[in-house]
């Protein structure tokens, strides 16, 4: 399971940093050299989302200050549901408009991953009981909502992350490598469906794993990862 305590703790600091004006400081002071230059906004580290209730007036004086940003990117796992994700979104297609209605020409794209290891069996296991229906929920209504919005080009895309426990269990399934990406191919072609306007969506949901190493391993997890591998081929 995720250390939760320690998420939390995290972005307690990163609301407090956001609400008393301290993160921006820190960020415009620390990259003020690439303030013409920088072109992307990355949001990392704990859960994101839980602190985007008080951050829009500060992503848009950030946009403002860095004004060669392009895009916005951000992992979750969209765990607070809907609404705590689809705040960004709000935020830029406003931004954007504002931008339009003052006569730029510029647009913010925004680019979101989802972390999702796989399946139920898999993904609960990995994270907690029901975050999978959560994160798919999420997902399903940001591509149903937000396919059609004019003025906000975005991307989703899937993270997986697979510990060596979890690729035991899946070897033990008939066909369970295969099943395994299928759940990923199967998802973007339900996306892909559920995108009737194409719009600015982009949507790249069949993914490879990033596979992660014990800190301990023995010959044993060398084994268990080349037998995943060879049920890939």
């Not at 860095?66 to 969209?78: E, L, W």
């Not at 705590?84 to 647009?107: C, I, K, M, P, T």
Request: hydrophobic residues 40%; positive net charge; proline residues 2%.
């Amino acid at each position: 399971m995720k250390d939760t305590v320690k998420t939390k703790a995290h972005n307690a600091q990163i609301r407090n940093a956001i609400l008393d004006g301290s993160y921006f400081y820190n960020i415009t002071r620390s990259l003020n050299d690439s303030r013409g230059t920088l072109e992307r906004i990355g949001l990392w580290g704990a859960e994101p989302s839980l602190n985007f209730d008080v951050a829009k007036d500060f992503l848009f004086a950030l946009l403002d200050w860095f004004g060669n940003i392009k895009s916005v990117f951000f992992s979750t796992n969209a765990y607070g549901g809907y609404d705590s994700v689809a705040a960004l979104f709000v935020y830029l297609a406003e931004y954007n408009r504002q931008q339009r209605d003052a006569g730029s020409n510029r647009r913010i794209a925004l680019q979101v991953q989802l972390s999702l290891d796989g399946p139920a069996w898999i993904n609960d296991a990995s994270r907690k009981k029901g975050a999978t229906d959560t994160t798919l929920d999420v997902l399903r209504q940001l591509v149903t909502r937000y396919a059609g919005e004019s003025l906000l080009k975005t991307e989703l895309s899937i993270k997986a992350t697979l510990e060596v426990a979890h690729i035991k269990k899946l070897l033990k399934v008939p066909d369970g490598v295969h099943t395994y990406f299928q759940f990923f191919d199967d998802l973007q072609k339900e996306c892909m469906t559920l995108r009737t306007v194409y719009g600015n969506m982009r949507l790249a949901l069949a993914t490879a794993p990033t596979i992660v190493s014990p800190v301990e391993n023995t010959s044993g997890d060398g084994l268990v990862y080349a037998k995943f591998v060879r049920g890939v081929r």
